[in-house]
């Protein structure tokens, strides 16, 4: 039986919003949540950035940003090393010390890092379930090994399914 679930979908199907509900609704029930989670920056309306989110430290950097410089994925840089410190950290502890492990999300900017792409196979190959958004249509070899894993299953947000996708994680956390 799997115990990591990846969330899927295009960007701004509701991975996050899904995510960020199941998170609450643990949460309330008692578990203990850790992870990352990587929030827009908006300025006037416009996405400018990205911030990385250390879920049990609520420690906060921004990761990526139109000011940035390189690497560049698209027209943000990226931080690598805001990235490589939060990540190691942030994936260790909660993988060791919680009862659910939540990357939000894997995708190419965090996978400028290498402790990120290393942490996030270490959460996987633990024994808490992971619940992690990604990137649906990036063909990069470490997502795709992500998504071939026997101990993975796929869920798929959709207009249909993005309602009810947070109390469907929820129940498949409560079975883990």
């Known amino acids: 039986m799997p115990r990591n679930a990846l969330v899927t979908g295009p960007p701004r199907s509701g991975k996050t919003t899904a995510l960020e ?4 609704s643990l949460r309330e029930d008692g578990y203990t949540v ?3 989670s990587c929030p827009e920056i908006r ?3 416009e996405r400018v950035g990205f911030e990385i989110v250390d879920l049990a430290a609520d420690e906060r950097a ?3 940003h139109v000011d940035f410089d390189d690497p560049a994925v698209g027209k943000y840089g990226v931080d690598v090393e805001t990235i490589d410190r ?4 942030a994936l260790s502890t909660a993988a060791d010390d919680c009862d659910c492990v939540v990357i939000d999300e894997i995708a190419p900017m ?8 290393t942490a996030t196979q270490r959460a996987l190959e633990s024994r808490t379930p992971v619940l992690a958004a990604i ?3 990036d063909s990069d070899p470490f997502l795709e090994t992500v998504r071939s ?5 796929t869920v798929e947000v959709t207009p249909e399914t993005r309602d009810a996708l947070p109390a469907d994680l929820l129940e498949w956390i409560r079975s883990k």
């Open 21 to 24: 509900r199941t998170i609450d």
């Open 34 to 36: 850790g992870g990352l």
């Open 43 to 45: 300025e006037d309306g």
């Open 62 to 64: 921004v990761m990526a």
């Open 86 to 89: 939060l990540s190691r950290r």
């Open 110 to 117: 965090q996978l400028e890092s290498d402790r990120f792409v």
């Open 135 to 137: 990137a649906v249509r």
């Open 149 to 153: 894993r026997d101990d993975v299953t």
